[in-house]
């Protein structure tokens, strides 16, 4: 069955980077849109980034954009996402999601269970 | 891009049926008929239970509904069982080509 694993989470200083990486089984991984979701302690979620199957197309959030950038390599069934200029509003856990077939763009049908990351002094 | 509005909290006994509204505007949920729902039982993985305003997923329970009417979806429970209980979220697909969530609504079984 589908299987979404993220990892790469941590505790960073603000200002700093850090990359997510999301592996990623069970189905052809190059054929499906991939999300970033994520969700700050005791709010809501909030989508993050989409990448098109081949990486040819991406989207994000306006409050991330410029400082994160989602990838992927579909050789390696592997999505990341890089982090840089990180604040502390940007604390939250991130959930890597995959995309519903022809309609991937607009809504997720398989979740990881998240990566933490905590962005203090 | 705001957030979609859902309210907080509702519940309900075994066997009711609950509705859970989400609110947009004419520039997501009023313009597109690409409203999702999801089922957050924390700490697990969010799970996909409506799709395309009205369509459920293979798996997903029939007592879960979609439905639309101008700016506002909503999500309706019947026969609510226990394990229902979770944080429910909808969400949709925005003009400036994003995706937007509602702030989550949290259902108790009584």
């Known amino acids: 069955q589908v299987q979404l694993v993220e990892s790469g989470g941590g505790v960073v200083q603000p200002g700093r980077s850090l990359r997510l990486s999301c592996a990623a089984s069970g189905f052809i991984f190059s054929s499906d849109g991939m999300h970033w979701v994520r969700q700050a302690p005791g709010k809501g979620l909030e989508w993050v980034a989409f990448?098109?199957?081949?990486?040819?197309?991406?989207n994000y959030v306006d409050s991330v954009k410029g400082r994160f950038t989602i990838s992927r390599d579909n050789s390696k069934n592997t999505l990341y996402l890089q982090m840089n200029s990180l604040r502390i509003e940007d604390t939250a856990l991130y959930f890597c999601?995959?995309?519903?077939?022809?309609?991937?763009?607009?809504?997720?049908?398989?979740w990881g269970k998240g990566t933490t990351v905590t962005v203090s002094s | 891009q705001s957030a979609l509005t859902q309210s907080a909290s509702v519940s309900g006994s075994p066997g009711q049926s609950i509705t859970i509204s989400c609110t947009g505007t004419s520039n997501d949920i009023g313009n597109y008929d690409l409203v999702s729902w999801y089922q957050h039982h924390p700490p697990g993985a969010p799970k996909l239970i409506i799709y395309r305003v009205t369509n459920r997923p293979s798996g997903v329970s029939n007592r879960f509904s979609g439905s639309k009417s101008g700016n506002t979806a909503s999500l309706t429970i019947s026969g609510l069982q226990a394990e229902d209980e979770a944080n429910y979220y909808c969400?949709?697909?925005?003009?400036?080509?994003?995706?937007?969530f509602g702030g989550g609504t949290k259902l108790t079984v009584l």
């Open positions: 969400a949709s697909y925005t003009s400036i080509n994003t995706l937007v």
């Open positions: 990448t098109s199957y081949d990486g040819s197309n991406e």
């Open positions: 999601a995959k995309g519903r077939g022809e309609y991937d763009r607009y809504e997720m049908d398989a």
